[in-house]
């Protein structure tokens, strides 16, 4: 079946780049999410790319996906400690006729001032 | 006013106890859904629903029942609960393209906290 998996925490300093990254299993993934989690909320979607795609973009954000490897990455530039959160990855993929999303286990991402 | 609202936010019961957990949005999406959050373990899915009429187990269901009562409304009961149904419950929706093509973007509650004593 489906498994998508993240390291569970992350720390790093203010104004550093962080990186987060996720494997998955599923090679027929369609779309690739990257959700973010703040205390209190339920997620938000950050981004998200299409899996014929190898990069994208947006703002302080850049998400790379390797289909060979099945790893999806999230780079924060800039990391600011309003980026303290949980951030989930997750994937989109055919089954049984409609596409189910499957989430990771979410890292925890601390931002030390 | 927030598109996906969950009622309670936080509930304290007891082992037995009968539970319903609510979801309202005005998002207009016809598909709607319940997870669970548990430390390290992500979410999981319990139920989903595409429309009114299509209700669907999702990979932890056992325990669990829904109710669609209509486009806007998806609730999630726990018929007696236990304390290992102490979680972080999300409800969820999406909605599919013009085209019938979906980002399958999902937009979250605020969630309701369960306690089961």
């Known amino acids: 079946g489906e498994d998508v998996e993240q390291s569970l925490f992350l720390s790093v300093r203010e104004g550093d780049s962080s990186v987060i990254n996720c494997t998955y299993t599923?090679?027929?993934?369609?779309?690739l999410y990257w959700y973010k989690q703040e205390p209190g909320a339920g997620l938000q979607l950050l981004t998200y790319?299409?899996?014929?795609?190898d990069m994208k973009q947006d703002q302080r954000l850049t998400v790379l996906l390797n289909k060979k490897d099945k790893h999806l990455s999230l780079r924060i530039a800039d990391t600011q400690t309003g980026d303290s959160a949980i951030y989930f990855c997750?994937?989109?993929?055919?089954?049984?006729?409609?596409?189910?999303?499957?989430f990771g286990t979410g890292t925890k991402l601390q931002v030390i001032p | 006013d927030a598109d996906v609202t969950q009622t309670p936010r936080n509930r304290i019961t007891k082992t037995g106890k009968r539970i319903m957990l609510e979801c309202s949005q005005t998002?207009?999406?016809?598909?709607m859904y319940w997870y669970r959050q548990d430390p390290g373990l992500g979410l999981r899915l319990i139920y989903y629903?595409?429309?009114?009429?299509?209700?669907n187990k999702g990979e932890i269901s056992d325990g669990y029942s829904v109710s669609r009562q209509a486009q806007a409304k998806f609730s999630l009961s726990l018929e007696s609960a236990i304390p290992n149904q102490t979680a972080l419950y999300f409800c969820?929706?999406?909605?599919?393209?013009?085209?019938?093509?979906?980002?399958?973007?999902?937009?979250f509650g605020p969630g309701t906290r369960l306690t089961v004593l």
């Open positions: 790319i299409f899996s014929n795609m």
């Open positions: 629903s595409f429309d009114v009429k299509d209700i």
């Open positions: 997750a994937e989109a993929a055919s089954s049984g006729g409609y596409q189910k999303v499957t």
């Open positions: 998002k207009g999406h016809d598909r």
């Open positions: 969820a929706t999406s909605d599919i393209g013009g085209l019938g093509v979906s980002t399958d973007t999902q937009y």
């Open positions: 599923d090679s027929s993934s369609t779309y």
